[in-house]
């Protein structure tokens, strides 16, 4: 069936450190991805998002790349802080419905100081 | 500005004791609603959404239900719980319109069945 997942299930790096998270997605048909980020014991947080029609979306820190071609998402964090700890999700919409979006399992990130 | 609000935050019910769970959603009208589990550890789950008042469709079998009496209001009930419906339980809402809107989630209710 369609699937959205993770290549790494952790990552571990050093403050100011760049971070990369990467997702990959089989649903060719799918036209909108999310990136959340979920602290422990609380609900996932809006990151950034991108639609089908871009390759790259910037935002505070994070940019998110989307390749159409390998079916791959990724999401770079510039000067990782402490902060940034969490476990990240990536979502996508799998065209057909407005309203659904399939999760992948999570990558945990953790920043060491 | 939109904001959500679910409760309560943790909870702990014997085996076979009801289940209720509220999530209104301020700022906005005629939102989309939807309930997510989160096994620990784990993805999330897609249970219940409702594209209005009324209207609820279920993802997957289970032992539990959602009812949408209001526009900004998402119940989530149970008549018997098991152990098994232990889990993170996440409300959203998102609004309508143009393919692909994002979710955005409450603070999550925990849930303990013991």
């Known amino acids: 069936g369609e699937s959205v997942g993770l290549h790494l299930p952790t990552l571990s790096v050093q403050e100011g450190d760049n971070s990369i998270i990467n997702c990959a997605y089989s649903?060719?048909?799918?036209?909108?991805f999310i990136w959340y980020k979920q602290e422990s014991g609380k609900g996932p947080q809006f990151i950034i998002d991108?639609?089908?029609?871009?390759d790259k979306r910037q935002g505070q820190r994070v940019t998110v790349l989307l390749n159409k071609t390998v079916k791959h998402l990724s999401l770079q964090i510039a000067a990782t802080q402490p902060g940034d700890s969490a476990v990240y999700f990536c979502?996508?919409?799998?065209?057909?419905?407005?309203?659904?979006?399939?999760f992948g399992k999570g990558t945990l990130l953790t920043v060491n100081p | 500005s939109q904001t959500i609000h679910q409760w309560p935050a943790t909870l702990v019910q014997p085996v076979g004791s009801p289940l209720s769970l509220e999530c209104t959603v301020e700022?906005?009208?005629?939102?989309?609603l939807y309930w997510y589990r989160q096994a620990a550890g784990r993805g999330l789950q897609l249970l219940f959404y409702s594209v209005g008042i009324g209207q609820i469709s279920s993802e997957v079998p289970q032992n539990l239900s959602a009812s949408r009496p209001q526009d900004r209001q998402f119940i989530l009930s149970s008549k018997k719980l098991l152990l098994s419906d232990s889990g993170f339980y996440l409300c959203?809402?998102?609004?309508?319109?143009?393919?692909?809107?994002?979710?955005?989630f409450g603070e999550g209710s925990w849930l303990t069945v013991v």
């Open positions: 979502a996508e919409n799998s065209g057909g419905s407005n309203y659904k979006l399939t």
């Open positions: 991108i639609r089908s029609n871009m």
């Open positions: 959203a809402w998102s609004f309508k319109g143009s393919s692909g809107n994002t979710i955005y």
């Open positions: 700022g906005t009208s005629n939102p989309n």
């Open positions: 649903n060719s048909a799918s036209d909108y």
